[in-house]
């Protein structure tokens, strides 16, 4: 963006995200995964951290993280480790968390991210895995954290397997960060590896901003920003802090390193500033496991299982289509059901209009859509009243549903059936039919719409505009 | 001679099994026996913190160092911030234990977290060694050996990070196994330094070792650490022919190893060598250089991390703080002693960054080189022979006031230690009218070796465990 010295300044954007795996069992316990159940009722002595407990890491979770990995074209490791990250806190049942340092699983890998003016590459830095850390419940009579007496602890979530991927500081606009997180969220979601659900927590992200002169190369003091749960909210936040530090830097000032912690139950309240303080976390290599060596064959097999990208799919859809509906038809998983509809010979920008618009407000299960009986709706929706189509799109999702009997009522076309009504509603409104002769285009509408009245919406609408036209002109 | 005729000082776990089997004396009846011992004994030796009243199995009974988890039965790892704490799960090596019947008598004493080489550090108590009460038992599992020693356990189970397992043995007159690291599970074992910490039977004599070894060694699916272990053979043999044996000088020749301790060694060597041994002097120089100083920083910064975990929010003791932050300094403040403390700070500022490559990173790498000057000599000797400590026991509180004094008693112990091989205390005779520990050492996964030539030493040199104030 331009400020007001002329200086255009160009926003540098890292982001760091994390995804809970929908593994089975924990991280490093047996433990069933996933939190929720009655407080504490998913732990053991592994989890809770009890004297002389040890971590016996998830293959599955490893698994995953090679998959994602493979699926960002990063470079597998030969040989990964696990360290601890130490610090203290109440939802760290160790006190240290085990996690992956300077010799991740998966690093320098990329993400492909199309945009309406070509796409644009955002560099992996690294993915790697971690468990995950507790859930604090601060008790107060407010039950906020402000004026809290005493914190519980609920270790249900503690150890779930995370895997964090950060991305090099490669994006230059919120509206790029924000396509990344949904491509990626995508990406998390299509390969099995968790629900990423934003609300639900089992997808988090940071992200780093930062502001340059437009054309250098340097990186100045970012601040970071966390627990945004949403992307619009994201963007805007990001936006936000480019023009703060854009005007703070207009205006001879100096950015200082700090966090905004975002009220993720309130968008609208200003976040919250910390100072980031130097945590010395004082990793070293986790003695308590061994390292993981991930095998070629088992790589090789994991490649294997990894389909087309959503990015690569936009890619070819937007070849047929604008981008602008081939990225709303793959980050809506609909893409794979367009595809199949108008294989079965419907039109390709008309189902993509019915996909995008009519069937999500719908909310209809794409999977439960028969691809075949869609295609004959589509080909059928110039012909058949919008009620009409509407209606069977409810039904869409309904076992056995057939398009039969909605593509049956087309409207009515024939204009021996329509003339009488037309002449009808132009002999009863006599006044508005001068003004349309005196040259009050605008009336054709009206007229229209009385005929659509009059046959109860099956009339033809276009063959009616035009019969209408023709009377009164006659 | 104890209840039931049983004469717990001379009688082998071995023994033991003999008379179970005849059915000449009941599981009960040989609990009954080692109660009435420690009933006896334990006050003035305080080699046990809890006592189990109910026998469960009825096999051999056994004595289980504090820092081994045991389901039920307080786990105390010699430190007050344990002092209420009850596992809801056994140890592998407890519930292996189980598995072969074995009723626990009771937890022995030890160092706070096994950090210390007297028993001193322990919140507890020190324990007293039996062969001579003014003295320590040596540690950190010093209430493991003097029971043992002392008759009031057949057997028991100890646990070696530099050496607390050996030295004990060493000091107390027993047999004393370090196993090779990942024979033995660590699940439920107190963490001290997990890269070194390793379990480990203190017998009577040799045979006994291996039969407990036998029963808690193996790979254990909750230790990602421990590998399949060959089948572990009874020694029978009563010579030592075509073994090669060599002597590390920088081991033996040591600044400060007491004549006494020098004479019996060499007399030990000079059995070997009759019983048909191989006997050579070899270099082990670096290990021994660095061996203890890196030792006392990897060691130290595992347990800082290990440690942690006691912070008042899940078990243990706990001291009331306005905050969490407030909170977990205070009950570690009250609830920690000084020796874990120091270790901690020392595990910390090596951890810290800017000191972590010169401090931990480096002392890994060394570690590295410790191991392969072991290995270089494995391709000459079968085993390495070395006193396991230039003394014998020294008195209490004869050393509890200077920590390195204190740590250089282990200077003998931690080479092999930190190369992850196996070594095999055994004693070799008096100095004084105090046991005097032999260490044999030998390649990863030896243990049928040691116990072999431990075997046939030990029959050769005919010591008697039984100590002089008790026989």
Redesign the interface.
């Given at each position: 963006m331009s400020g007001e010295t002329g200086v255009t300044w160009e926003p540098v954007i890292g982001l760091e995200i994390h995804v809970q795996l929908k593994t089975e069992t924990k991280m490093f316990c047996r433990c069933k995964n996933g939190a929720g159940g009655e407080p504490n009722s998913q732990t053991c002595p592994v989890c809770l951290a009890f004297p002389g407990a040890l971590p016996v890491p998830n293959r599955r979770a490893i698994e995953e993280t090679v998959k994602l990995g493979l699926a960002l074209g990063c470079t597998i490791a030969d040989r990964a480790v696990f360290h601890r990250k130490n610090y203290f806190y109440p939802d760290l049942s160790k006190a240290y968390q085990i996690s992956q340092y300077d010799e991740p699983l998966c690093s320098g890998g990329s993400l492909l991210v199309p945009t309406a003016d070509g796409d644009i590459v955002i560099g992996i830095t690294r993915a790697h895995l971690e468990e995950d850390a507790a859930k604090n419940v601060h008790v107060a009579a407010s039950g906020r954290l402000h004026g809290a007496t005493a914190t519980l602890v609920d270790f249900n979530r503690g150890g779930s397997a995370l895997l964090e991927i950060v991305t090099e500081p490669d994006i230059h606009s919120s509206e790029v960060a924000k396509r990344f997180l949904q491509l990626l969220r995508q990406t998390v979601v299509e390969l099995g590896l968790s629900d990423a659900e934003l609300e639900k927590g089992s997808m988090r992200f940071d992200v780093n901003v930062s502001v340059r002169p437009a054309g250098t190369t340097e990186l100045r003091t970012r601040t970071e920003l966390k627990n945004m749960n949403s992307f619009n909210f994201a963007a805007k936040g990001i936006e936000k802090e480019i023009t703060r530090q854009v005007a703070i830097y207009e205006s001879g000032g100096v950015v200082v390193q700090e966090t905004l912690h975002f009220d993720p139950g309130n968008e609208e309240s200003p976040p919250t500033r910390s100072k980031e303080e130097a945590q010395d976390y004082r990793y070293f290599p986790e003695p308590d496991l061994v390292p993981i060596y991930p095998p070629l064959e088992l790589v090789e097999q994991l490649r294997q299982q990894i389909g087309e990208l959503p990015s690569a799919r936009i890619g070819r859809i937007a070849d047929t289509l604008s981008f602008y509906d081939a990225d709303v038809l793959v980050t809506g998983s609909l893409d794979r059901l367009w595809s199949a509809v108008v294989e079965a010979g419907a039109d390709a920008k008309e189902t993509a209009n019915v996909l995008a618009n009519a069937f999500v407000a719908a909310g209809i299960d794409p999977a439960a859509v028969d691809a075949r009986e869609l295609a004959k709706l589509v080909s059928a929706r110039s012909e058949i009243p919008r009620a009409v189509f509407d209606e069977a799109l409810t039904h869409l999702g309904d076992p056995g549903f057939s398009a039969d009997p909605y593509v049956a009522q087309k409207a009515v076309s024939d204009v021996s059936e329509l003339d009488p009504v037309i002449e009808a509603v132009i002999a009863a409104n006599p006044g508005q039919a001068e003004q349309f002769r005196g040259g009050k285009e605008g009336l054709l509408g009206f007229f229209v719409g009385q005929v659509m009245k009059e046959t109860r919406g099956k009339a033809d609408p276009r063959v009616v505009s035009d019969r209408v036209r023709s009377k009164l002109a006659g | 001679m104890g209840a039931h005729g049983i004469d717990t000082l001379r009688l082998s776990a071995e023994d033991a099994l003999g008379l179970l089997e005849r059915g000449e004396a009941t599981s009960r009846e040989l609990w009954e026996a080692y109660r009435a011992a420690i009933d006896a004994q334990n006050p003035e030796l305080n080699a046990f913190l809890t006592l189990v009243d109910e026998p469960e199995g009825d096999g051999i009974p056994i004595a289980i160092k504090d820092?081994?988890?045991t389901k039920g039965i307080r786990?105390t790892?010699g430190s007050k911030i344990?002092e209420p704490?009850v596992?809801?799960?056994d140890?592998t090596v407890a519930a292996r234990c189980k598995a072969a019947s074995m009723p626990c008598l009771g937890k022995t004493n030890t160092d706070e977290f096994a950090m210390g080489s007297s028993t001193e550090n322990s919140a507890y108590g020190p324990t007293h060694n039996p062969w001579d009460l003014d003295r320590v038992p040596g540690g950190s599992g010093g209430g493991s050996a003097a029971a043992v020693a002392a008759g009031l356990a057949p057997w028991a189970l100890g646990s070696d990070t530099g050496g607390s397992i050996k030295l004990p043995s060493a000091f107390c007159g027993n047999v004393g196994l370090r196993p090779t690291y990942g024979t033995v599970s660590?699940?439920?074992?107190?963490?001290f330094?997990?890269?070194l910490d390793q379990v480990g039977p203190v017998t009577r004599n040799v045979r006994d070792n291996a039969l407990l070894y036998r029963i808690i060694s193996g790979r254990d699916?909750?230790?990602?650490?421990t590998v399949d272990v060959p089948p572990v053979l009874l020694p029978e043999s009563e010579d030592l022919k075509g073994l090669r044996i060599g002597l590390p000088r920088q081991l033996n020749d040591l600044d400060g190893i007491e004549p006494g301790v020098k004479a019996a060694v060499a007399s030990a060597i000079a059995l070997a060598e009759s019983l048909g041994a191989e006997i050579d002097e070899c270099e082990l120089p670096l290990s021994v250089d660095y061996g203890l100083p890196c030792y006392y920083l990897i060691a130290p910064?595992?347990a800082?991390?290990n440690l942690?975990?006691f912070?008042g929010?899940?078990?243990g003791a706990r001291s009331d703080g306005p905050d969490?932050?407030e909170m977990?300094m205070r009950t570690r403040h009250d609830f920690l002693g000084d020796e874990s403390k120091r270790r901690i700070m020392i595990g910390?500022y090596a951890?810290?960054?800017g000191y972590?490559d010169a401090y931990?990173g480096t002392a890994q790498k060394v570690r590295t080189v410790i191991k392969r000057e072991h290995d270089a000599l494995f391709e000459k000797f079968d085993l390495l022979i070395s006193p396991t400590c230039a003394t014998t026991a020294f008195r209490l509180g004869e050393k509890s006031a200077d920590p390195l004094a204190m740590y250089l008693t282990d200077v003998l112990t931690i080479p092999s230690n930190m190369a992850g091989l196996p070594g095999l205390s055994i004693p070799c005779g008096l100095s004084d009218g105090l046991p005097v520990g032999l260490q044999l050492v030998g390649p990863q996964f030896s243990e049928n070796l040691l116990y072999r030539a431990g075997h046939a030493l030990e029959g050769a040199i005919g010591f008697d465990p039984v100590p002089g104030r008790l026989a």
């Open positions: - | 820092v081994i988890s786990t790892a344990l704490y596992p809801v799960f140890a660590r699940y439920g074992v107190v963490a330094a997990s890269s699916v909750h230790d990602s650490t910064a595992e800082s991390a942690a975990r912070d929010v899940r078990y969490f932050r977990v910390t951890l810290s960054s972590y931990y």
